[in-house]
C-alpha cells in the first residue's frame, strides 16, 4: 500500500471518528432537551471505572513506557538520523552481536525484545517491592536506551535477578547473577555513562519507595517522571544541538 | 480576627492558591525560555531575547496593528509589506489582543513587553478560572489536575508569549463559567471580547446557549410536550438573550471589515492569498493534507502536521471519554465544535497551538488522571513533549 492510500484511509477513518463522536453528542442533546435524561450511555460505556491502579501495573507499566520510548526513537531515527547501531560491542553479547539501522525489521523486533526483558524486569522488581518499585523501574533514566537493541534492558533484568536474591539472602543465585551481569558486558571500551546512570537509579529505587510514603511523595513522584522521560528529551536535544 | 488567622484564611481560598502556583508557573517559563535561549546564543542578552520574540510568528502584525490600526484600501504603507503582509491585510487579526497590548503599552511603553504582560496575567487567570469551573462538578484534585494539563499541553508555552492564546483562554473560561452559574450578563459580555479575539470565539455561543436552555429545561418537570414547550418558555430566563453579545462581538469584526473595505467578508479573501492560503474545506480531505504534508516533509511532520493529525482523534476521542464519564454536555459540544472550526482550514499549520484553546478536553483529562497510572503516563508525556516543542520554538524551528 503506498503512501497516500494510507493516507487517505487514516484521514478518512479519523473523519468516521469524529462523525460517530458528533452523532453521538447530538443523541444526548436530544436526550437532554426532550427526555431530560442523559440518553442512558452507561449501557454502552459501563459505570465509572475504579481510581485504583490494577494488578496488571508491572506488565502493563513497561510495555506503555517502554512502547512511548520506542516510538519517540523511531520517530528521531526516521526524521533526524540515520545511525547505525551495533547490539553489543563487547563481553559475552558480543558473540550475537548484530549490526542494522535502527529502523529495519531486525532492530525492531530486537526492540520490542528488549521491552519484553524490560517487563521481565519489572515484575521482578514487582515482587520484592510492590507496584510502587515496578512503577519506578519503568520509568528509568535511561528508559530510551533499554528499549533500543542494546544490552542495557538485559544488564537491567540481571540486576532485579540479583536484587531479588540479595533480599530473599540467596547468595549463590546473588554472585551468578553478577558474574553474569559482568559476563554480559565486560567493558572493554570504557563504561558507559547511560549504564552507570541506569544502575545508580535501580539502587536509588528502595529509598524512593520509601520517600513517597512521606510528606515528599510529591519529589519522588516528580523525579521519577522527570527521570523516565528526561533521557527521551536528551536524545531529541543531542540531535538538535 | 488576628493578622495570622486573616493571612492563613485567605490562604486556605482554593482559588488564592492555584492563584499563587499559576503564577510561579508563569515565572519558571519565562526563566526556562531564557535558559534554552543562552543555550542557542551563549554571548545572547535578554534585550536581544525579547528582540528576537518580537520578530517570531505572528507578533510582528499584532505590534503593527498595536502601533497603526487596521487600514483601508486607499492606505499606502510608508514601510511596505512585512513577510508578505501588507497594512491592509492586518485585518485577518482580530482586535481584542493588540487593542490591550496598547492600552498596557502606554503604561508600560514597549509593545512587546506589554504584550506579554497581557499574555501572563491572562494565563494566571485563566488558571483560576478553569479550577473554579471544573470545581463546580468535580474535587479539588480533579480541579487542579485540569489545570496542570492545562499548562503541561505541549504547546502551552504560547500562553507565556505575545499571542492571542492567553487572553483566548481566560475569556472562554470566564465565559463558560458565567453560563454555568447562569450570570448571563457576565456571560455575554464576556464572550462578546472572547468573539473580538478570534474566530473560534463564536463557538463560545453554542456552549452559552446550550447552557441557557439546559437549566431551563432541567427546572421544569412537565407532565405533556404541549406543557412542557409552556412551561419552557415561561421558565426561560430573558438575562439569557445577553448571550447574543457573543455573535455581535463577531459582528463587530465583520463591521470593521465593511467600513475599512465595504465587504463584510474581506478578511476571507486576504486568507486565501499567500503568505496564509486559508479557505474552508472537509474536513478528511484537510486531514489527508496533513498527513501528505507529513510525509513529503519530514522536517515538519513531527513539529506541524502529526501533532495537528494526533490533536484531532485526541480531542474526538476524549469526547468518548467525556461520555463515559457523564462530563456536561455542553462541554463535550466545546470539544466537538471547537475542534471542527480549527480543522475546517485548509492550509491549517498552527494546530497544534490552535488546540491548545480546546480548553475542556482537559476536563474528561483530568477524571482520567484519578486513575494512578494514566496520571502518571500523562503528566511524564506532555512534561516530555512540552519540553521538546519549547527547546525547538526557542531555537527557531516553524513551530507556530
Known amino acids: 500500500m503506498d503512501q497516500e492510500t494510507t493516507a487517505k484511509i487514516l484521514s478518512g477513518a479519523a473523519g468516521l471518528f469524529s462523525v460517530v463522536a458528533i452523532l453521538l453528542l447530538l443523541y444526548i442533546v436530544v436526550c437532554e432537551v426532550f427526555f431530560n435524561h442523559g440518553g442512558h450511555t452507561e449501557k454502552v460505556f459501563g459505570k465509572k471505572e475504579s481510581s485504583k491502579a490494577g494488578k496488571h501495573t508491572p506488565v502493563i507499566m513497561p510495555i506503555v513506557t517502554g512502547g512511548v520510548a520506542l516510538i519517540v526513537n523511531l520517530i528521531v531515527a526516521n526524521t533526524m538520523y540515520t545511525g547505525t547501531y551495533i547490539t553489543a560491542k563487547s563481553g559475552a553479547m558480543s558473540l550475537i552481536a548484530v549490526e542494522g539501522t535502527l529502523t529495519s525489521v531486525k532492530s525492531i523486533i530486537l526492540c520490542i525484545v528488549s521491552i519484553l526483558l524490560l517487563t521481565l524486569g519489572s515484575v521482578i522488581f514487582d515482587k520484592i517491592g510492590g507496584p510502587k518499585y515496578s512503577t519506578l523501574y519503568c520509568l528509568n533514566i535511561a528508559l530510551s536506551l533499554m528499549v533500543l537493541p542494546y544490552t542495557y534492558s538485559l544488564i537491567a533484568l540481571i540486576f532485579a535477578v540479583g536484587f531479588w536474591a540479595f533480599k530473599k539472602k540467596e547468595y549463590l543465585s546473588l554472585a551468578i547473577a553478577v558474574v553474569a551481569g559482568i559476563a554480559v558486558h565486560f567493558p572493554v571500551d570504557g563504561f558507559h555513562l547511560g549504564e552507570a546512570f541506569m544502575l545508580i537509579y535501580l539502587l536509588l529505587i528502595p529509598l524512593m519507595a520509601k520517600l513517597d510514603n512521606t510528606k515528599f511523595r510529591w519529589l519522588t513522584t516528580t523525579l521519577a517522571i522527570a527521570c523516565g522521560f528526561f533521557t527521551i528529551f536528551s536524545q531529541l536535544i543531542y540531535r538538535f544541538i | 480576627m488576628n493578622f495570622k488567622n486573616k493571612v492563613k484564611s485567605f490562604w486556605d481560598n482554593e482559588a488564592v492558591r492555584v492563584l499563587a502556583v499559576a503564577a510561579l508557573s508563569r515565572v519558571a517559563v519565562l526563566l526556562l525560555s531564557l535558559l534554552f535561549y543562552f543555550i542557542k546564543e551563549p554571548d545572547g542578552s535578554i534585550g536581544q531575547f525579547i528582540e528576537w520574540l518580537s520578530q517570531t510568528g505572528d507578533v510582528p502584525h499584532y505590534m503593527r496593528i498595536a502601533t497603526g490600526g487596521y487600514h483601508g484600501d486607499s492606505f499606502v504603507d510608508p514601510v511596505g509589506p512585512v513577510g508578505n503582509v501588507t497594512a491592509q491585510m492586518l485585518v485577518v487579526f482580530y482586535p481584542m489582543f493588540p487593542m490591550l497590548m496598547k492600552l498596557v503599552g502606554f503604561v508600560v511603553g514597549d509593545l512587546m513587553i506589554s504584550g ?10 485563566a488558571a483560576v478560572y478553569m479550577y473554579k469551573l471544573v470545581r463546580l462538578d468535580y474535587s479539588a484534585k480533579t480541579a487542579s489536575m485540569a489545570v496542570v494539563f492545562m499548562f503541561l499541553y505541549p504547546f502551552s508555552f504560547f500562553m507565556s508569549f505575545c499571542y492571542t492564546e492567553s487572553l483566548f483562554i481566560m475569556l472562554s473560561l470566564m465565559c463558560i463559567y458565567y453560563a454555568r452559574t447562569g450570570k448571563w450578563a457576565a456571560c455575554g459580555i464576556i464572550g462578546f471580547f472572547g468573539a473580538l479575539t478570534r474566530t473560534q470565539g463564536v463557538v463560545l455561543f453554542g456552549v452559552a446557549a446550550y447552557e441557557w436552555v439546559i437549566q431551563t429545561r432541567r427546572s421544569i418537570n412537565p407532565k405533556t410536550f404541549g406543557q412542557g414547550i409552556k412551561d419552557f418558555f415561561k421558565a426561560l430566563p430573558l438575562s439569557g438573550l445577553f ?40 474536513i478528511p480531505d484537510n486531514l489527508n493534507q496533513h498527513l501528505n504534508m507529513a510525509a513529503n516533509n519530514p522536517g515538519l511532520s513531527f513539529i506541524i502536521y502529526l501533532p495537528q493529525f494526533i490533536m484531532f482523534i485526541v480531542a474526538f476521542a476524549l469526547i468518548f471519554v467525556g461520555v463515559k464519564y457523564k462530563v456536561r454536555t455542553s462541554y463535550l459540544l466545546h470539544i466537538a465544535a471547537y475542534t471542527v472550526a480549527s ?22 483529562l483530568a477524571l482520567l488522571a484519578r486513575n494512578k497510572i494514566w496520571r502518571y503516563g500523562l503528566i511524564g508525556l506532555m512534561s516530555a513533549l512540552n519540553l521538546f516543542y519549547f527547546y525547538l520554538y526557542i531555537r527557531g524551528y516553524a513551530i507556530m
Open chain 2, 116 to 125: 506579554m504582560i497581557v499574555s501572563n496575567i491572562c494565563a494566571i487567570l
Open chain 2, 243 to 282: 448571550t447574543l453579545l457573543i455573535p455581535a462581538g463577531y459582528g463587530v469584526y465583520l463591521t470593521i471589515n465593511k467600513v475599512l473595505f465595504g465587504d463584510w467578508f474581506r478578511f476571507l479573501e486576504y486568507q486565501k492569498a499567500a503568505p496564509w492560503y486559508q479557505t474552508s474545506g472537509f
Open chain 2, 343 to 364: 480543522y475546517l482550514s485548509t492550509w491549517l499549520i498552527s494546530g497544534g497551538r490552535y488546540m491548545l484553546s480546546c480548553l475542556m478536553m482537559f476536563v474528561p
